[in-house]
DNA sequence: TACCCAAGTGAACACCGTTTACCAAGGGCG
DNA sequence: CGCCCTTGGTAAACGGTGTTCACTTGGGTA
């Protein structure tokens, strides 16, 4: 019973965070506005998280299984089979999600890193990696040749390359991530990033009146070159 | 002599905000720490400034202005006529500017802009705008067909052509940028900003050992598309 | 000289994160 | 049953923040 409340209060405040972040933006979510809003005071919420950056890491966990849920719902409505439908509607619905959740997109990818933190492990960056390891271990695909991937960088892309296979669940082996579609879907981050981001930011270099097409035409260029239907 | 005095506090308060900046970043500028280390109290900013906000909208300024000056000292040492070369220099240089001053960069791009500020006229864009306007109009180049861009944004593209034209001076007609050399910037710049903000950010989705090479392979296939050297 | 105005001060207000001491209710157990 | 101890909450306090307001003060000008 005890335990049912505790976990019910810990619901509200991340709940009740979660509001204060979309209506205020980052700098709205504070322990004190929280817990005037499930009428508690402040201390009682040490009760639950160690500082306020540790419940806004908290807040950061729950945004990111609410966009993966996202793009969970997004891709189960594409066949399975086919790869270029779902890598469209992955990178759709990223985009999709970003604009209707600007305050969240930038608290999850725009707030830099703290020097302690071991890279790669960031919440996001392991969703990305477990949605495109999974498109690609479920669907049959070109493999781009190994001698695409520039020999300077082959130590790295093979380290994503390992990461993405270990996205994937990793039981059986799997072998089939080669070295050159590592090397694809980082460039297809790179870009996909970028245009998201420079889109929700707002900081193309010029007034943009419709960002659709914009969006619409470096997807198809992308998928042009990777060789995607 | 009163002017004197007052330029001179002034640029003292920019300066130690600069510095407060990064040392501590954004959320370590503060009205009172500035007052504090240059001998003055809080109250005493807002004969220089309206609110902390303003103070810092005038630091991401000077800001911009650092890097413009950066930029335009790495381009001094190419020559004019070298186009490919310029525009590595560039590129490479604003890597580097940002990799070296990750606070300032965060500030200055991550920011989600307020909704209430007009579309295109954040500080680097315009900077961003003048440099490759420059590039593109001191040295000749490949112009790319106009069909290259797809027709759902020819409005866009030549909005962002007509901010280009207008960045570089504007006073003679120099009527040498088409559709598709703005495009060719625009495509230029999102993957620019992908992979520069990741790198900073410490966003990409695994554990990077050497981002250099990285960064590299993607300019050089950006060029190699582009059709520069 | 007398005035005026700009720069700076001090105190105050309402917030903030965080710590500390305290309190009340409830379950485990002798 | 009665004790005790954990758990979740409170109130007060400390130092910090942006911001406002009334006030001084000193140099330039009429």
């Given amino acids: 019973m005890t335990d049912r409340n505790r976990a019910e209060t810990d619901r509200r405040i991340r709940t009740v965070a979660r509001t204060l972040l979309v209506e205020h933006g980052a700098q709205g979510v504070t322990l004190r506005a929280i817990a005037r809003r499930i009428g508690i ?11 306020l950056s540790d419940l806004i890491q908290h807040v950061v966990g ?10 969970g719902g997004v891709l189960a409505e594409v066949p399975a089979d086919d790869t270029a439908a779902r890598v469209f509607a992955v990178c759709r619905g990223f985009r999709t999600w970003a604009i209707a ?9 725009a707030t830099p890193a ?3 933190a071991s890279s790669g492990n960031d919440p996001f960056g392991r969703i ?19 001698d695409d991937v520039p020999e300077r ?13 270990a996205g994937l669940g990793g039981d059986r082996p799997e072998p089939g991530i080669g070295l050159g579609t590592a090397y694809t879907v980082l460039r297809f981050w790179v870009r996909l990033y970028g245009q998201v981001a420079l889109e929700v930011f707002d900081r193309f270099p010029f007034p943009v009146t419709d960002a659709t097409p914009l ?9 042009a070159e990777v060789g995607l239907s």
Avoid: K
Avoid at 101 to 109: G, K, Q
Avoid at 128 to 146: C, H, K, W
């Fill in 114 to 116: 703290d020097p302690g």
């Fill in 128 to 146: 990305f990696v477990t949605f495109t390891g999974g498109i690609l271990a479920s669907s049959p695909r070109p493999e781009p040749p190994e």
């Fill in 101 to 109: 959740h600007p305050r969240e997109f930038a608290l999850v990818f």
């Fill in 153 to 165: 960088l082959r130590a790295d892309i093979a380290l994503f390359r390992d990461t993405l296979v």
């Fill in 62 to 71: 729950d945004v990111c299984a609410d966009l993966a849920d996202d793009l």
């Fill in 41 to 51: 005071t402040a201390p009682a919420l040490y009760r639950y998280y160690a500082s």
């Fill in 215 to 223: 969006f619409e035409s470096m997807l198809a260029e992308l998928a």
